[in-house]
């Protein structure tokens, strides 16, 4: 944030901190007045924050931090003020009043520096600086607002300063102060905010701007960022919001819909939360002051400033953001929602595969055929082709699309209805390839034996890795998509085969096992009969995709 115009009662000032200058209206060098060096001291006393002179960094309230750099052009150091005007007592900013103040010791009494909204400062000034201070009249008042309403037209912050001489024995109070002037400030929104906007609007989460900023600065803001369209802003002040239970329902609605609300005090975030959650919406608010930690452990999902936030606001918050950026609330959001498929991938394989494990005994038993795969060689495939494509598939890093597609409900199982569909599902492809198996095998080969059960078992453990495939999202490529792109399950499926295979050709592990060496026809119905349920897997996820295509697709109105 940097401050970009002054406009004082005697004349208007441009900064060029590129150049190092201050400039008129016309980009003319201009040399910094008595006037103006008044006006960047109070600035610069009115102010808890530090500069560092070596990078022009520093620590406290970007605005401050502003302010203090345009001292530094003026030749003014806040150190060096506070060393001749040595400050006594703060006046912390207030939601109410809109204003602070710090007082400092100076010949003759004290001096009360001022800054605060506009329309704040304007209300308690009683006079007006120029060569000789002259009382501010409700015209000039006036004319002033519309000064500072044509600032934020541009898309400025603005914030007026003032100040006050007091006896040493008074205390500090917002009345009869001199208005000194108007101060610009360009707020330059991150290149990554309006990306990350769009990418919330297709992940139907609904972004709303709520700020202590002008309503027209906001709206202006809003239109840059994509929040709103440009000349279709709904903006609500401060001022319109009533208390909960005052609104009717046209207000109610009226709120509801509004992109920006401006000028809103911190008990007033609270109200809008409350009014967002008995709406149905599912509510994050950022902030960073200690008057935003009552909002922040109301919301659903409190996020705090890392950087620029108070303790008490990390504390309050349940996401703290270590780089200030509202990207990393996109990036967290799609990290959430790719855990939350893993975990599911995660629990739906392994269930899928010891559905068909139970299913193939049960069914060959009440079919009177011989036992299809016996306890030992269940353990071993329990602690092969479950465990390591489970572990793989919980690596994934998720679909292209998980950011494009629909929030899900708050009270969404893990694993619901259609979860367990899909588990039951596909645990009967499974128990029909292998049981299939093992007819061909017994009917017509005229397997017996240890060589008919090595049939069903590298059946059963083969169409369990190729199971993993049919993990992959609906509306997914079949070729490239988050399971065929992890180099995890290539690894997991990799070292299950070979498993399977020791197994096989391993003499002490095929005698522990009960195994005999498939011959040629033996293969032939193993990779046939372990391919069709991955072949017909892929076949409905193509097909589910193509009805979900076909169905209105929910819209992107949630408040996240």
């Not at 679909?399 to 009270?411: K, N």
Request: hydrophobic fraction near 50%.
């Amino acid at each position: 944030m940097t401050v970009e115009r002054l406009w004082l009662p005697s004349a208007r000032y441009r900064v060029d901190l590129q150049a190092g200058r201050l400039v008129d209206e016309n980009g003319e060098r201009l040399e910094p007045t008595a006037a103006l060096r008044r006006v960047v001291e109070i600035g610069v006393l009115c102010s808890n924050a530090t500069l560092q002179a070596a990078d022009g960094g520093g620590a406290g309230d970007p605005m401050e931090l502003a302010l203090l750099r345009l001292g530094q052009l003026a030749g003014l150091q806040r150190e060096a003020l506070l060393l001749e005007r040595p400050e006594l007592h703060e006046l912390a900013f207030d939601a109410e009043t809109k204003m602070m103040a710090t007082t400092h010791r100076r010949d003759g009494g004290l001096l009360m520096a001022v800054k605060g909204a506009p329309e704040a400062v304007l209300a308690a000034a009683d006079d007006i600086a120029n060569d000789r201070n002259r009382a501010l009249s409700a015209e000039m008042r006036n004319e002033w607002l519309a000064h500072a309403a044509a600032m934020a037209e541009d898309g400025l912050r603005v914030l007026a300063l003032a100040e006050k001489t007091i006896s040493p024995n008074a205390m500090p109070s917002y009345d009869n102060l001199t208005f000194l002037c108007l101060v610009g400030f360009r707020d330059p929104p991150r290149v990554d905010v309006k990306d990350a906007i769009a990418a919330c609007r297709q992940a139907g989460m609904r972004v709303v701007m709520v700020t202590g900023d002008h309503a027209v600065t906001a709206r202006k803001i809003a239109e840059i960022l994509g929040i709103a369209k440009p000349g279709a802003a709904i903006v609500v002040e401060g001022g319109e919001l009533k208390p909960l239970g005052e609104l009717d329902e046209q207000q109610r609605r009226r709120v509801l819909s509004a992109q920006v609300l401006a000028r809103v005090t911190p008990a007033q975030k609270l109200d809008l939360i409350t009014l967002y959650q008995s709406a149905g919406e599912v509510v994050a608010m950022t902030g960073d002051g200690i008057n935003d930690a009552p909002a922040l452990q109301k919301a659903d999902i409190g996020v705090a400033m890392g950087l620029r936030g108070t303790e008490v606001a990390r504390e309050a918050a349940d996401i703290v953001l270590r780089d200030d950026a509202f990207a990393s609330i996109v990036a967290a959001i799609r990290e959430g929602r790719v855990i939350f498929s893993n975990l599911r991938r995660f629990l739906m394989y392994p269930l899928s595969c010891n559905i068909s494990e139970v299913l193939v005994v049960a069914l060959a038993v009440l079919a009177g055929l011989p036992l299809p795969i016996l306890p030992l060689q269940i353990l071993f495939l329990n602690l092969v082709t479950d465990v390591f494509p489970a572990f793989a598939l919980a690596t994934g890093e998720g679909e292209a699309d998980v950011l494009r597609r629909p929030p899900r409900p708050p009270r969404e199982p893990l694993l619901g209805r259609g979860q367990w569909l899909f588990i039951a599902g596909y645990g009967v492809l499974l128990t029909g390839a292998t049981l299939g198996a093992l007819v061909i095998a017994r009917v017509w080969l005229g397997l017996e034996g240890n060589a008919l059960v090595t049939v069903t078992f590298l059946t059963l453990g083969f169409s369990q890795l190729g199971h993993v495939f049919n993990m992959r999202g609906r509306g997914s490529h079949a070729l490239r998509n988050s399971i065929t792109l992890n180099p995890y399950v290539w690894m997991a499926v990799t070292l299950c085969t070979a498993l399977l295979l020791v197994a096989v050709y391993w003499p002490p592990l095929a005698g522990a096992l009960h195994i005999a060496a498939p011959d040629a026809a033996g293969w032939v119905l193993i990779l046939g009969a372990s391919l069709a349920p991955l072949m017909l897997g892929q076949a409905i996820t193509a097909l589910a995709t193509d009805v979900v295509k076909e169905e209105p697709q929910p819209e992107a109105d949630r408040v996240h």
